[in-house]
């Protein structure tokens, strides 16, 4: 199917001269149109145009720290397996047989050599290959001269480990991930530099937490990009940083976008805190960063902590959000002394996360009106929410 065709073929359920609006300048342009946020038909669209083409987001390598460590995920109906091979190298496969195309893995769990398929027991190694097809060739057969195991191997997604982020691009299109991040490393070289990504520690006690939301994963991405929401959402945060401290972020090229605050301020208990960056630039101490990075996660970047908020679409309506928490070197990510100030970073969180749920969960709602034109945004406020608008519009049309 040629461009042509699949626009032909997306204009079936949602007006294309719609998505065209969104592209037009912030005071003149609508936002997504309803159906992008309610119509299944169109999910199939947005599985493909973005989840498969662009690099997304599917876990982070600490949750499968240990060689042999396995656990499926599902991409919008997509299965995948994460596993932990014996270099330690994160990989991905596609959760299939090449056999019968059974699911192979129902569960995360701990294999000791290879993947085995449930079915009929046809085995491959943690780099994919095919080792063992049991009475391929009859009762205690277990070769054929008539089967090449080289060309039933698992079929490998394009992977790449970035600040312990899985990213995959399932349709091995987008450009290389090097580059894809580079102006956003770029941004954060003030803060941080290569060897400091190096230095993050993954919390293994107050280290994560998830929220289910009854909403589009697209609302979690549009609200985190703004600031405008603090005072109502938000007012006790607003109380320490308001709209005033914040700025804008608009990464170019249009690949990430959000707001940062001048008034952050380090968590303490006594004289305890957590160890920072050492190559954080001194004259912007206080200033934090919240990024999301297109299409499925979101990231805070501190002084002395860095969070990963990644999404897991579910359905048109549903979305799970899933928190991992790092701090710099293990001391403070794990060390005993500091075990109460982690329990509080992450319960702080936790309770901003909750709060947001209530806007996005509200913005769904509101979708089913057949009166909403996709909405108008405020010229001054909403700049990075429309810029990941246009990055949706732009991958569809």
């Known amino acids: 199917m040629d461009q042509n065709q699949k626009n032909l073929a997306l204009s079936q359920i949602l007006d294309i001269e719609k998505l065209k609006n969104v592209e037009k300048p912030i005071d003149k342009a609508n936002g997504l149109p309803n159906e992008c946020y309610t119509n299944r038909d169109y999910l199939a669209f947005e599985r493909e145009r973005v989840f498969c083409s662009k690099w997304t987001v599917i876990g982070v390598g600490s949750s499968i720290p240990n060689v042999g460590d396995a656990k499926p ?7 995948l397996i994460i596993i932990r091979d014996k270099d330690m190298k994160v990989r991905v496969f596609h959760n299939v047989c090449s056999h019968r195309g059974f699911k192979l893995l129902e569960k995360p769990c701990k294999l000791k050599n290879v993947i085995t398929c449930p079915y009929h027991s046809w085995s491959y190694n943690f780099n994919g290959k095919l080792i063992a097809t049991p009475h391929i060739g009859g009762l205690n057969k277990h070769q054929s001269t008539k089967f090449d195991k080289n060309k039933s191997n698992l079929k490998e997604v394009r992977t790449k480990i970035w600040m312990d982020i899985i990213f995959v691009n399932i349709n091995s299109n987008e450009i290389d991930f090097d580059q894809y991040i580079k102006p956003l490393e770029d941004r954060w070289s003030k803060f941080i530099n290569k060897n400091d990504q190096k230095s993050i520690v993954y919390s293994n ?4 937490f998830s929220l289910e939301v009854k909403s589009n994963w697209k609302f979690a991405i549009e609200n985190y990009c703004e600031s405008y929401h603090l005072p109502t959402i938000h007012p006790e945060l607003n109380k320490v940083s308001n709209i005033n401290d914040h700025y804008h972020i608009q990464g170019l090229p249009n690949r990430f976008a959000g707001q ?9 208990k006594g004289n305890m805190k957590f160890n920072n960056f050492p190559n954080w630039e001194k004259n912007i101490s206080k200033n934090s960063e919240y990024v999301a990075l ?3 996660v979101m990231i805070g970047l501190h002084i002395d902590h ?11 309506n549903k979305t799970k959000e899933h928190m991992e928490m790092y701090y710099v070197g293990n001391d403070s990510a794990n060390g005993e002394q500091l075990k109460e100030l982690r329990k509080e970073n992450s319960r702080f969180w936790n309770d901003v ?6 806007a996005i ?4 709602e509101g979708r089913q009106s057949p009166v909403y034109n996709g909405g108008n945004f405020s010229p001054v406020m909403d700049q990075p929410t429309h810029q990941f608008h246009k990055w949706i519009a732009n991958c569809l049309i």
């Open 205 to 208: 006690d107050y280290g994560h």
């Open 353 to 358: 996360m909750l709060e947001d749920v209530k």
């Open 361 to 364: 969960e509200g913005m769904q």
């Open 294 to 296: 297109f299409p499925n």
């Open 73 to 79: 995920y599902n991409l919008l109906g997509i299965p």
């Open 260 to 268: 940062g605050s001048k008034k952050y301020e380090q968590p303490m």
């Open 306 to 316: 860095f969070y990963v908020f990644w999404l897991e679409p579910i359905s048109m």
